[in-house]
């Protein structure tokens, strides 16, 4: 299952413009990351936001979230060819009976930054 | 290791066979995760470790997929009876703690069902 949902699937920028993608999301959550996958495989993580911060900053990178709308924007300024990637948001979906969290991922966001 | 070591890379198998996959995680690192990507799409979780236990397993799509982590470290991840449809890259990922804390994640294993 898959908690999360970014918008929009794919973007398409100019280097030097700034790109933003959205992640909305279920049920309520203690912490929302945002990861980063090249076109090989490995995701690296990018910033952790807790369910009582608003907004938070990582360099070229800005996350906000808003728990009353479930959802979370990572805007990257300055954009890259280097940040040609798939982003992705990552949840958590509460506690299971034995008091664990699992960690659920969106679809993603393909972005292309064109030099 | 300094990273999340996944082996194999690739793993080319004929359809009902049998097939291991291997995560040697951080050192230290309490908490081990699998998930299983296909093209397009974002990781699909399959289950979570908290040391030894699994502490959650309700992403295993079937009875065919088992995974164990018996010294609390190296898990390997079971599939029997191989379909074309688990055709995918298995990503392992572990974090110091767990729960949704910060995970370093393999280079996954491409996984074809011929």
Redesign the interface.
Known sequence: ??Q?E?DPQALSIQEGENATMNCSYKTS?????W?RQNS??????LI?IRSNEREKHSGRLRVTLDTSKKSSSLLITASRAADTASY?C???EGR?S?G?????????TKLQVIP | GAGVSQTPSNKVTEKGKYVELRCDPISGHTALYWYRQSLGQGPEFLIYFQGTGAADDSGLPNDRFFAVRPEGSVSTLKIQRTERGDSAVYLCASSRYGGNTEAFFGQGTRLTVV
């Open positions: 299952s898959q999360g970014e959550i203690n912490n929302l990351q990861y090989g495989r490995g995701l690296v993580h952790l992705f990552a949840t958590d299971n034995g664990y969290q699992k960690v659920t991922f969106g679809t993603g």
